[in-house]
């Protein structure tokens, strides 16, 4: 396919807006146009059968940490975009909390140290720094795709709370820039650590005490309060629960443009597991399904739109640094880039959800909220980022199969209904099998509001500037 001009005949395409029996033509890396079945080859383009196949978008995958440059022992970007392309992942958003970007200069390091080093296309996050606010207009020209804050001190980044909140909240209303709030009330889980150790308790049961719904829920209530002051657009990072979806929902209802996102570890993992296998499901905020009912309810709020979109938070550790070392100690986070796409095809080959609607979540509205321009969809003129499934097949997950330095998966021994077969790259093959090409072709995608882009619509190329947040209905253009 190096002449850059073919045509996928016979798939099914899929994605948020339904799905239709066309054949699809690509060429120089974008998509051309959707043909009936029964149109003629367009001339001059290489056939590409995919007979008995779905075609959808690539996915979108905002919330990622591959630790580069950070901790290789952990995960580096080789790896975890590999990872990414075998599951049917073409585009990863990505920050690393222990060498955060929190200034231009930490940005244009980043950057060069990644040259070459991704399989899949990639955009970068800046952390909010609560003394270093005044940062973010010149990281936003500079090309992050969105901003990052906690609300209590986690990973070593500090809590960013009360008036210097509001601040950053006016911040990035000011730049129309998106900022993702991990949303947990650091007095609250300060407290409840301070119990938790006064009473020598050093089991997998202290996550979900330490990081209670209450912390999640006052955190979220203010950070939602803030963002209907400001107007800002806000995204609470992984919502664990259906409550606090409904409660985000209502904050939308209201004019507020605060979005909530979701990971399957909310809509396939169980509060119990943490306190059967300790660090191996410890993350935060923490799986709170203690009930079929719980687990129907967070489904129920997926396929209702009340999850804007999904992520991974892809956050690995390996299995050795999971299991040597105190629960308080042992890093927050699961590896899950590589199953995530794997999960939502089995989910909605087994009707919990559709396909359509896994296009919209973890494709399309990431792409848009972010103001990935091209990305997410399969139209005319997008890039033709491609994910060949066989609804047919199947997936016993396996731990010596994970492409994360990890190399365990809290999905071990599951059987996933579909195979993801092969991965497409601005219509280059980067992955078949889930064998990834040696040749890493992923490029660096700068933000809404980088220089490089506004150069571009001066130029008077194609407008790429998406508009990213609106108000009321929660829906994106
Ligand atoms: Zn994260």
């Given at each position: 396919?190096?002449?850059?001009?073919?045509?996928?005949?016979?798939?099914?395409?899929?994605?948020?807006?339904?799905?239709?029996?066309?054949?699809?033509?690509?060429?120089d890396?974008?998509?051309?146009?959707?043909?009936?079945?029964?149109a003629?080859?367009?001339?001059?383009?290489?056939?590409?059968?995919?007979?008995?196949?779905?075609?959808?978008p690539?996915?979108?995958?905002?919330?990622?940490?591959?630790?580069e440059?950070?901790?290789?022992?952990?995960?580096?970007?080789?790896?975890?975009?590999?990872?990414?392309a075998?599951?049917g992942v073409?585009?990863?958003?990505?920050?690393?909390?222990?060498?955060p970007?929190?200034?231009v200069?930490?940005?244009?390091?980043?950057?060069?140290?990644?040259?070459?080093r991704?399989?899949?296309?990639?955009?970068?996050?800046?952390?909010?720094w609560?003394?270093?606010?005044?940062?973010?207009?010149?990281?936003?020209?500079?090309?992050v795709?969105?901003?990052?804050?906690?609300?209590c001190?986690?990973?070593?980044?500090?809590?960013?709370?009360?008036e210097?909140?509001?601040?950053?909240?006016?911040?990035?209303?000011?730049?129309e820039?998106?900022?993702?709030?991990?949303?947990?009330?650091?007095?609250?889980?300060?407290?409840?650590?301070?119990?938790?150790?006064?009473?020598?308790?050093?089991?997998?049961?202290?996550?979900?005490?330490w990081?209670?719904?209450?912390?999640?829920?006052?955190?979220?209530?203010?950070?939602?309060g803030?963002?209907?002051e400001?107007?800002?657009?806000?995204?609470?990072a992984?919502?664990?629960?259906?409550?606090?979806?409904?409660?985000?929902?209502?904050?939308?209802?209201a004019?507020?443009?605060?979005?909530?996102?979701?990971?399957?570890q909310?809509?396939?993992l169980w509060?119990?597991?943490?306190?059967?296998?300790?660090a191996f499901?410890k993350f935060t905020?923490?799986?709170?399904?203690?009930?079929?009912?719980?687990?129907?309810?967070?489904?129920?709020?997926?396929?209702?739109?009340?999850?804007?979109?999904?992520s991974?938070?892809?956050?690995?550790?390996?299995?050795?640094?999971?299991?040597?070392?105190?629960?308080?100690?042992v890093?927050?986070?699961?590896?899950?880039?590589?199953?995530?796409?794997?999960?939502?095809?089995?989910?909605?080959?087994?009707?919990?959800?559709?396909?359509?609607r896994?296009a919209?979540?973890?494709?399309?509205?990431?792409?848009?909220?972010?103001?990935?321009?091209?990305?997410?969809?399969?139209?005319?003129?997008?890039d033709?980022?491609?994910?060949?499934?066989?609804?047919?097949?199947?997936?016993?997950?396996?731990d010596?199969d994970?492409?994360?330095?990890?190399?365990w998966?809290?999905?071990?021994?599951?059987?996933l209904?579909?195979?993801?077969?092969?991965?497409?790259?601005?219509g280059?093959?980067?992955?078949?099998?889930?064998?990834?090409?040696?040749?890493?072709?992923?490029?660096?995608?700068?933000g809404?509001?980088?220089?490089?882009?506004?150069?571009?619509?001066?130029?008077?190329r194609?407008?790429?500037l998406?508009?990213?947040?609106?108000?009321?209905?929660?829906?994106?253009?």
């Open positions: 396919m190096s002449d850059g001009h073919h045509i996928f005949r016979g798939a099914t395409i899929v994605a948020a807006d339904g799905r239709a029996d066309l054949d699809l033509e690509v060429r890396g974008k998509v051309v146009a959707r043909h009936p079945r029964t003629p080859a367009p001339t001059g383009a290489r056939e590409v059968d995919v007979r008995g196949h779905l075609l959808m690539g996915m979108v995958d905002t919330h990622v940490h591959f630790m440059p950070g901790d290789p022992t952990r995960e580096d970007f080789p790896s975890g975009s590999a990872a990414a075998c599951a073409t585009t990863v958003v990505e920050h690393t909390h222990g060498r970007v929190t200034d200069e930490s940005l244009v390091e980043k950057r060069a140290a990644l040259a070459g991704s399989h899949v296309d990639y955009g970068l996050v800046a952390h909010v609560p003394d270093r606010l005044g940062d973010l207009p010149a990281l936003w020209g500079e090309g795709v969105y901003f990052k804050a906690f609300t001190a986690t990973h070593g980044v500090p809590a960013i709370k009360g210097k909140l509001a601040e950053l909240a006016r911040t990035v209303a000011e730049l820039a998106p900022c993702l709030v991990h949303s947990e009330d650091d007095a609250i889980t300060a407290a409840n650590e301070r119990a938790l150790r006064a009473a020598g308790r050093h089991d997998g049961g202290i996550v979900p005490v990081r209670s719904v209450e912390a999640e829920r006052v955190s979220t209530s203010e950070v939602a803030v963002a209907r400001t107007g800002a657009p806000l995204i609470v992984h919502v664990s629960n259906a409550a606090l979806l409904e409660l985000l929902a209502r904050e939308r209802g004019g507020s443009r605060i979005l909530a996102e979701c990971c399957p909310y809509l396939n509060e119990r597991e943490v306190v059967e296998l300790g499901r905020p923490p799986a709170r399904i203690r009930s079929a009912a719980d687990e129907q309810r967070m489904w129920d709020a997926f396929n209702e739109g009340l999850v804007h979109h999904l991974s938070d892809h956050a690995p550790s390996t299995a050795a640094q999971k299991r040597d070392g105190d629960i308080w100690d890093h927050f986070g699961l590896p899950g880039i590589d199953t995530t796409m794997p999960l939502m095809l089995d989910a909605a080959l087994r009707g919990r959800t559709t396909l359509e896994v919209e979540a973890y494709a399309l509205r990431p792409a848009q909220v972010y103001g990935l321009a091209g990305k997410g969809s399969l139209n005319p003129g997008d033709a980022d491609l994910v060949l499934i066989d609804p047919d097949g199947g997936w016993e997950v396996r010596e994970i492409h994360s330095l990890a190399r998966s809290p999905y071990s021994g599951r059987t209904r579909g195979r993801v077969v092969a991965t497409y790259l601005r280059e093959e980067i992955a078949r099998d889930r064998i990834v090409r040696g040749d890493r072709r992923g490029e660096w995608l700068p809404a509001g980088s220089r490089e882009r506004a150069a571009e619509v001066s130029d008077g194609p407008a790429r998406a508009k990213s947040i609106r108000g009321s209905d929660g829906n994106v253009d």
